[in-house]
């Protein structure tokens, strides 16, 4: 970075006396005076411009050679501060096309118009430059005095300058900084807000299934029971059926004998006979499978009010979670287990299992054709405990995630998935002020962690 001060002067003029003059004018020989290097020192402090620093001169003796040096001194980011420029150079540009030339390069190049007389007024040359801001005129003969006031103002001016752009560039850096911070601050109230979004949603769609479950609970149990009963009365008609069709067989040849068969094969009795305790088994399936969606709903949206809290170890949780999966497990996915020791937490047990149950198995319906791993990490930070389940299962398309925690989304064909295990596990890990979150890329797997705090303060 070029110095704050700079007292570089290009001088551009065909007229060799003028630059020995202004080597005599702008860099006397400099006696050096302790005392009034101190004196400058306490006045201005360290980082001052010292009064008498010299001036620093490169001579051109033309429009071009000075454009040359110009270009050189950027290049190598050491810029003047002001130019000398003659208005009158009969060999090449002149004055006024020099200074063109120049602030093509350096635009902010302060310079000084050295003129006896010109082929341009001034008001002239001040609307053919178009910068009045940065032209001063100097009249030929000049005076010394002159010279050196010109040549202090303008360096002075452009150490001021210099200064007031690094403050600029400082002050843009710190809006910068306080930019990224407040957008940092608007992403998080986005994620809280659509957190809330979320957990607006699902309390009340959780109101919604409470309310459902609640219509559907009462024919869902007379249908099952009915179905008990049918089964029992079925199996007693058989009884009876077969105790007719044994006297059938004692009847004397001739006697409606003819017209029983008959009507049997007609009706296919003997297929109705094997069929009945078929489809009542299947309705009975059907049936129980409504009565455990009901009872997740109601799970779901926290109607059931045998809550029992109390402290227990999440891993012996797990390991028996595991065990009653196991059969599940078997075919698909080996498992990992890094755990390390966990202290008892607060929480309702069997809930928690069913968390830890429904991880589990998705994570081993996500794995394709190849026997795929299942790890279970866990560990504790501060007055919490987490969980990890990982798979390389399938993964989850981007789209689909933002939809695994409502209930009823499911992926799985119709009578594999019921889509209600995250979103039931969501509502308990809620229920536990704890925190469920996913990662997951299609084609490397799926990581759900749990979060839950040791203790339930407010329970
Ligand atoms: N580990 C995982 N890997 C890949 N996809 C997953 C994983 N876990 C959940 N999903 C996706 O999230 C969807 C919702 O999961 P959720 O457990 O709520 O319902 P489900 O497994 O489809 O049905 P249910 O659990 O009720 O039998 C799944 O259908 C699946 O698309
Ligand atoms: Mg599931």
Same mark, same amino acid.
């Not at 190849?370 to 930070?381: A, D, H, K, Q, Y």
């Given at each position: 970075?070029?110095?704050?001060?700079?007292?570089?002067?290009?001088?551009?003029?065909?007229?060799?006396?003028?630059?020995?003059?202004?080597?005599?004018?702008?860099?006397?020989?400099?006696?050096?005076?302790?005392?009034?290097?101190?004196?400058?020192?306490?006045?201005? %402090?360290?980082?001052?411009? !010292?009064?008498?620093? !010299?001036?620093?001169?490169?001579?051109?003796?033309? %429009?071009?050679?000075?454009?040359?040096?110009?270009?050189?001194?950027?290049?190598?980011?050491?810029?003047?501060?002001?130019?000398?420029?003659?208005?009158?150079? !009969?060999?090449?540009?002149?004055?006024? *096309?020099?200074?063109?030339?120049?602030?093509?390069?350096? !635009?902010?190049?302060?310079?000084?118009?050295?003129?006896?007389?010109?082929?341009?007024?001034?008001?002239?040359?001040?609307?053919?430059?178009?910068?009045?801001?940065?032209?001063?005129?100097?009249?030929?003969?000049?005076?010394?005095?002159?010279?050196?006031?010109?040549?202090?103002?303008?360096?002075?001016?452009?150490?001021?300058?210099?200064?007031?752009?690094?403050?600029?560039?400082?002050?843009?850096?710190?809006?910068?900084? =306080?930019?990224?911070?407040?957008?940092?601050?608007?992403?998080?109230?986005?994620?809280?807000?659509?957190?809330?979004?979320?957990?607006?949603?699902?309390?009340?769609?959780?109101?919604?299934?409470?309310?459902?479950?609640?219509?559907?609970?009462?024919?869902?149990?007379?249908?099952?029971?009915?179905?008990?009963?049918?089964?029992?009365?079925?199996?007693?008609?058989?009884?009876?059926?077969?105790?007719? *069709? *044994?006297?059938?067989?004692?009847?004397?040849?001739?006697?409606?004998?003819?017209?029983?068969?008959?009507?049997?094969?007609?009706?296919?009795?003997?297929?109705?006979?094997?069929?009945?305790?078929?489809?009542? =088994?299947?309705?009975?399936?059907?049936?129980?499978?409504?009565?455990?969606?009901?009872?997740?709903?109601?799970?779901?949206?926290?109607?059931?009010?045998?809550?029992?809290?109390?402290?227990?170890?999440?891993?012996?949780?797990?390991?028996?979670?595991?065990?009653?999966?196991?059969?599940?497990?078997?075919?698909?996915?080996?498992?990992?287990?890094?755990?390390?020791?966990?202290?008892?937490?607060?929480?309702?047990?069997?809930?928690?299992?069913?968390?830890?149950?429904?991880?589990?198995?998705?994570?081993?319906?996500?794995?394709?054709?190849?026997?795929?791993?299942?790890?279970?990490?866990?560990?504790?930070? %501060?007055?919490?405990?987490?969980?990890?389940?990982?798979?390389?299962?399938?993964?989850?398309?981007?789209?689909?995630?933002?939809?695994?925690?409502?209930?009823?989304?499911?992926?799985?064909?119709?009578?594999?998935?019921? %889509?209600?295990?995250?979103?039931?596990?969501?509502?308990?890990?809620?229920?536990?002020?704890?925190?469920?979150?996913?990662?997951?890329?299609?084609?490397?797997?799926?990581?759900?962690?749990?979060?839950?705090?040791?203790?339930?303060?407010?329970?």
């Amino acid at each position: 970075m070029p110095s704050l001060h700079n007292r570089r002067i290009l001088l551009i003029d065909d007229t060799p006396s003028i630059h020995e003059d202004f080597r005599k004018i702008l860099m006397p020989p400099v006696e050096q005076n302790p005392a009034l290097d101190e004196l400058e020192s306490t006045l201005f %402090g360290a980082t001052a411009a !010292p009064l008498a620093q !010299p001036f620093e001169l490169d001579s051109a003796y033309g %429009g071009q050679e000075g454009l040359q040096q110009l270009c050189s001194a950027m290049q190598h980011d050491r810029p003047y501060a002001l130019a000398f420029v003659d208005m009158r150079m !009969p060999q090449g540009w002149d004055g006024a *096309q020099t200074i063109e030339e120049l602030w093509k390069v350096d !635009p902010d190049l302060q310079v000084v118009v050295c003129t006896a007389y010109s082929d341009y007024s001034w008001e002239e040359l001040l609307s053919r430059l178009k910068a009045h801001d940065r032209l001063l005129i100097l009249k030929k003969p000049f005076d010394n005095i002159e010279v050196q006031q010109m040549a202090n103002t303008l360096a002075t001016k452009w150490d001021m300058a210099r200064r007031a752009n690094l403050k600029t560039i400082h002050l843009e850096q710190l809006v910068e900084q =306080r930019n990224q911070a407040l957008q940092l601050e608007i992403d998080e109230r986005k994620q809280l807000q659509s957190q809330l979004i979320q957990s607006e949603k699902l309390a009340s769609l959780g109101q919604m299934a409470a309310g459902v479950a609640h219509e559907i609970n009462n024919p869902v149990g007379f249908v099952s029971s009915n179905l008990g009963t049918l089964d029992g009365y079925f199996k007693q008609l058989q009884r009876m059926l077969d105790a007719y *069709q *044994q006297a059938q067989e004692a009847l004397p040849p001739g006697a409606c004998i003819e017209q029983l068969n008959a009507l049997r094969k007609d009706l296919d009795l003997d297929f109705l006979k094997e069929d009945i305790p078929i489809l009542i =088994r299947e309705s009975k399936d059907g049936i129980a499978r409504v009565t455990q969606i009901v009872k997740d709903l109601k799970n779901f949206s926290r109607v059931d009010n045998d809550e029992n809290w109390q402290w227990a170890n999440l891993q012996h949780g797990i390991d028996s979670t595991l065990n009653i999966v196991a059969s599940e497990l078997k075919h698909k996915a080996d498992v990992i287990k890094h755990y390390q020791p966990l202290p008892d937490i607060e929480c309702l047990a069997s809930q928690i299992n069913q968390v830890v149950m429904n991880l589990v198995i998705n994570a081993a319906q996500a794995m394709g054709s190849e026997r795929g791993t299942i790890t279970l990490s866990n560990g504790v930070e %501060g007055d919490q405990v987490w969980l990890e389940v990982a798979d390389n299962g399938c993964g989850i398309a981007p789209h689909s995630l933002q939809k695994i925690f409502d209930p009823f989304f499911t992926t799985k064909p119709v009578g594999e998935g019921t %889509g209600l295990g995250l979103s039931l596990s969501y509502g308990i890990v809620k229920k536990h002020h704890g925190e469920i979150s996913v990662r997951s890329e299609v084609g490397t797997g799926t990581t759900f962690r749990v979060v839950l705090p040791i203790r339930q303060t407010a329970a």
